[in-house]
């Protein structure tokens, strides 16, 4: 069942409750629905900066938001974003769940106004014995005389579903979402959105030889599991494929390397670029776009116990290559290494990887920001940047210069799974990188995927971060 509808309606349709979107130097165009004694009350408040009001009607009521003038179009969209956000207090004041959309402004915000509030409406209910009693959802979003706007909207509508999908992935339990649980979630997604979904066993996984991920599961009564998704349409307007993998660490002690508890109350979000890889397929199969694009996801836990994996031991990944593995708790890039080398086989067109890989990358740039590198061209990486601003999921590329990779090095095997305290983002780069034989960038999204305090319309807990981004990258490099 879908979480929200988005939909256009009739300019002569009637609702029970429309927020109108106005801009902060234009009130004369309001007249025609407020009263003068409203109209006088709203100018005073403006020149208060007040921005949002409401006037209550015998049936329903009429909701304003005001924008002042935004130069930049990008800050003047995530602003209609938060407004979006912001506006929920009131609907959930009133316990309102279905609104309309209308626009007196020149530039028409409501798009991104309801990307927002959607966003920010979004609630995991699935475990709670009465959902009932928690703040009721928004259902419904209609768009005003906006039948010009209809294609944007339905992929909007499709775009948030695939967002929900896979925050609901990301905070799902590990007690309910072990790695064969979560290849079946992958499987049923497929099912529902329209693209093929294969899951390997741990027998295939051997004949493989994904070393990495072997050892990584070794400690664990779970099976590993990897996953191939593919949206392959039949006029795909790219010859070679576009390879995304996720890490899907379902849950992450450290292993022997073991974290402390405050480092280990929320790992069950060490799946979240694995959920996002879901959440893009999906969002691709819905619109049917004109790409050919596979999804790669090797999964498994992270636990302690006798035939755990050890600081010092030294394994052989699917590539050949061997890693002394100094630290236990850098264990997504040892699936990683193995899913990269698989995707080799598809001379792929490039290969972008989501994980929450590195601490490093939150303490150097918090949760605002997802820190990226690789060995794609210019254009890729301009095109990908222009995309994190559009959706406001922005990235900072750091270097992978060759003198990152003298960390690596090991006295008794080809690498070291770490280097040293500094850099520690670049360096786990530098180590997927000798796995790549193809254009590729890494995206560490440690900071962003996951959030103990909402901000803004990224609600607590798993925000669904990369989803709009490589979807909106996808269409703006292929498309």
């Known amino acids: 069942m879908k979480r929200i509808q988005l939909s256009a309606v009739p300019a002569h349709r009637q609702t029970d409750y429309t927020i109108v979107l106005a801009d902060n130097d234009r009130l004369d165009a309001l007249d025609q629905m407020l009263t003068p004694d409203e109209m006088s009350f709203l100018r005073k408040a403006t020149a208060q900066e007040v921005l949002q009001f409401f006037f209550p009607r015998n049936e329903g009521a009429v ?8 130069k930049d179009p990008i800050a003047a969209k995530e602003d209609a ?4 956000n912001e506006m929920l207090k009131e609907l959930r004041r009133y316990k309102i769940e279905n609104i309309t959309l209308q626009n007196t402004g ?6 991104d106004f309801a990307e927002g509030l959607a966003l920010g409406s979004y609630q995991f209910l ?3 014995t009465n959902p009932d009693k928690k703040e ?8 005003q005389d906006a039948e010009n706007m209809a294609a944007e909207i339905e992929e909007l509508d499709m775009l948030l579903e695939s967002v929900f999908l896979t925050r609901d992935m990301v905070n799902e339990p590990q007690s309910h979402f072990n790695s064969v649980q979560f290849a079946e979630a992958v499987r049923l997604a497929g099912e529902q959105h329209g693209f093929a979904v294969e899951v390997m066993g741990k027998e295939k996984i051997e004949a493989l030889k994904m070393g990495g991920l072997l050892a990584v599961n070794r400690a664990s009564s779970i099976p590993p599991q990897f996953c191939v998704l593919e949206w392959k349409p039949e006029q795909a307007k790219n010859a070679k494929p576009l390879v995304l993998v996720g890490k899907g660490v379902v849950y992450d002690t450290g292993g022997l390397s073991l974290k402390p508890s405050e480092g280990m109350d929320y790992m069950k979000c060490d ?3 694995a959920a996002s890889v879901v959440g893009v397929l999906a969002a691709v199969a819905n619109r049917k776009l004109p790409l050919h694009v596979i999804g790669l996801i090797p999964a498994t836990d992270n636990k302690i116990g006798e035939n755990a ?14 890693v002394e593995v100094v630290n236990t708790d850098a264990e ?35 949760n605002q920001v997802i820190c990226y590198m690789g060995t794609a061209g210019d254009h890729v990486k301009h095109n990908l940047e222009e995309s994190g601003f559009s959706t406001y999921e922005r990235l900072v590329e750091l270097p992978l210069w060759k003198e990152f990779g003298e960390d690596l090095k090991s006295n008794i095997a080809d690498l070291k799974n770490v280097g040293s305290n500094n850099a520690g983002m670049i360096t786990a780069g530098k180590f997927l990188e000798h796995f790549t034989k193809f254009p590729w960038l890494h995206l560490d999204i440690a900071g962003p995927a996951y959030l103990r305090v909402a901000n803004g319309y990224r609600t607590k807990e798993g925000t669904g971060v990369g989803v709009r981004l490589i979807y909106t990258f996808l269409k703006k490099q292929y498309l």
């Not at 020149?106 to 798009?111: G, Y």
């Not at 009721?136 to 768009?143: G, V």
């Not at 899913?339 to 303490?363: C, M, N, W």
């Open 63 to 70: 909701l304003i938001r005001l924008f002042k003038v935004e």
């Open 271 to 273: 799946m979240a670029g």
């Open 136 to 143: 009721k959802p928004i259902r419904e979003i209609r768009f």
């Open 332 to 366: 997504g890039r040892l699936i990683l290494a193995d899913a990269l080398h698989f995707a080799q086989k598809y001379d792929p067109e490039i290969v972008i990887d989501l994980a929450t890989l590195t601490g490093s990358a939150v303490r150097a740039l918090g």
């Open 81 to 84: 974003r938060l407004a979006g």
């Open 126 to 128: 699935k475990y709670f």
């Open 309 to 322: 994996l050890a600081p010092g031991d030294v394994i052989t990944m699917a590539s050949g290559t061997t």
């Open 106 to 111: 020149i530039v028409d915000r409501r798009l």
